[in-house]
């Protein structure tokens, strides 16, 4: 358990930072201070978007599917380990033990998977309030964790291992898709591509 907490504590520190950047970096994306980056040519423009942005439009729906499948171990966790929380818990029906993962994590599937896909396509179309959306999620996700490790480390005598478990892989893959996420959004051919399609489109409809 002091093993667990140790890796959770360290994991919720690089959130914690790694938070901190990407939402100083997504008010650069609202307020540029440098020079602009390198403009794509228009025959480039017209074999689509780069190579980095179609990477990027996948990625934005798998780490969507990946964390929901990730939630729901946090939630099945929870729920097989439901009596051996430090607290008093009345008796529940095998149907909920069984049935709650299952719906909590379609319910957030349902809202989350479908936004992913629109958000990736608005940024294969180059919208570049999208992109600013996709590093603002990641500094809100970042931030939650940290939230959710100060709260294990509180009631980490109340917690069951295999809770803190995966927790631990849920927070870690925070942090490796946050990675991933500014890798993909700074790199200089997405900023390209996002200001030639500001310059040579109309700006198209908002994407949640």
């Given amino acids: 358990m002091d093993s667990l907490g140790q890796i959770l504590s360290m994991l919720a520190s690089l959130a914690g930072i790694f938070g901190v950047v990407i939402a100083y970096l997504q008010y650069r994306v609202k307020h540029p201070a440098g020079p602009p980056p390198p403009t794509l040519t228009p025959a480039a423009q017209h074999w689509g978007p780069p190579a980095v942005v179609r990477v990027a439009t996948v990625w934005v729906v798998v780490e969507a599917v990946v964390t929901v499948l990730l939630l729901y171990g946090v939630f099945h966790a929870v729920m097989a380990n439901i009596y ?54 990641a500094a809100r996700d970042l931030f939650f ?64």
């Fill in 84 to 137: 051996g929380f430090g607290f008093p818990v009345p008796t529940l029906p095998e149907a909920a033990v069984v049935l709650g993962p299952i719906g909590l994590a379609a319910l957030i599937g349902i809202v989350s998977v479908p936004v992913a896909i629109r958000r990736g396509s608005g940024l294969r179309d180059g919208d570049a309030s999208v992109r600013g959306k996709l590093l603002g999620a």
């Fill in 145 to 208: 964790g940290v939230a959710l490790v100060i709260a294990a480390q509180v009631f980490a005598d109340d917690i069951p291992e295999a809770v803190f478990s995966i927790l631990s892989v849920y927070l870690a893959w925070s942090v490796v898709s946050a990675f991933v996420h500014l890798g993909l959004l700074l790199q200089n051919q997405t900023r390209a591509w996002v200001e030639a399609r500001r310059t040579t489109q109309a700006p198209a409809g908002r994407v949640r």
